[in-house]
């Protein structure tokens, strides 16, 4: 949903240069937060993504025996940028052309759908529920964001929560990031690329997704061509 549903204002032309600004800030005080409760800097000054930032602090707090309390306070600090990068990043989006159309004709075909999201459930809630963004929160039966799980994408524990929500294992997932990618294979599924990040040649070969869309109302179709 926070990348692959949304998409960010074409009006707003600095809009990219200031998420790009929080982002460095964010992923920096992360680090931060990170060292501070005992990860080794070694662990941390390579990372460029906060998704990384996030499973690493918490892989070091389970495999250094954290308190239950420490681990707490360690995540719910690690949150708080992870909280201001989102609110900005859809304060500065819409929803895609043509997202509730398409969610209504595959609601109508009798697909379950399901939202994994890194964003937090509030924020989750704040656009899926809003009119702005065409209450599409409401084609989706389970949802499962960054508070519900201990690790996110591109670890496939969310994908596997909402599997379970769902008593199935089978699964198309539709997204537009690398880790979208890597967290559906981990997890055993087909994924279908969103490519509004346009990703060149080298990118896609990496990634290597079942399907590609160009435009999400070719959605249907390709899901079809992948579950015969």
């Not at 420490?70 to 719910?76: D, F, N, T, V």
């Not at 209504?104 to 759908?113: D, V, W």
């Not at 969310?158 to 690398?178: E, T």
Request: proline share 4%.
């Amino acid at each position: 949903m926070d990348g692959t549903l949304i998409i960010p204002k074409m009006k707003e032309a600095d809009g990219k240069v200031t998420i790009h600004s929080l982002s460095l800030q964010s992923r920096q005080q992360m680090k931060n937060i990170s060292h501070y409760y005992g990860v080794p800097l070694t662990e941390l000054d390579s990372l460029s993504r906060m998704a990384h930032i996030w499973n690493i602090a918490r892989r070091y707090a389970e495999a250094h025996g954290f308190s239950e309390e420490r681990m707490k306070s360690m995540m719910a600090e690690l949150n708080e940028p992870f909280n201001r990068q989102e609110e900005l990043e859809h304060s500065l989006s819409v929803l895609l052309p043509g997202t509730i159309e398409v969610l209504e004709g595959l609601q109508k075909n009798f697909y379950m759908l399901g939202m994994v999201t890194t964003a937090s459930r509030a924020g989750f809630e704040r656009i899926s529920c809003s009119e702005e963004f065409g209450y599409f929160g409401m084609y989706f039966k389970h949802s499962i964001t960054r508070d519900d799980c201990g690790y996110i994408k591109p670890d496939p524990e969310p994908i596997n929560r909402i599997l379970r929500l769902f008593d199935r294992s089978d699964f198309i997932y539709i997204g537009d990031s690398d880790h979208d990618a890597e967290a559906t294979k981990a997890a055993g599924g087909s994924f279908i690329l969103l490519n509004t990040k346009m990703y060149d040649e080298k990118m896609l070969q990496r990634i290597h997704p079942d399907g590609i869309l160009d435009r999400l109302n070719e959605l249907p179709y390709l899901i079809s061509c992948i579950s015969k």
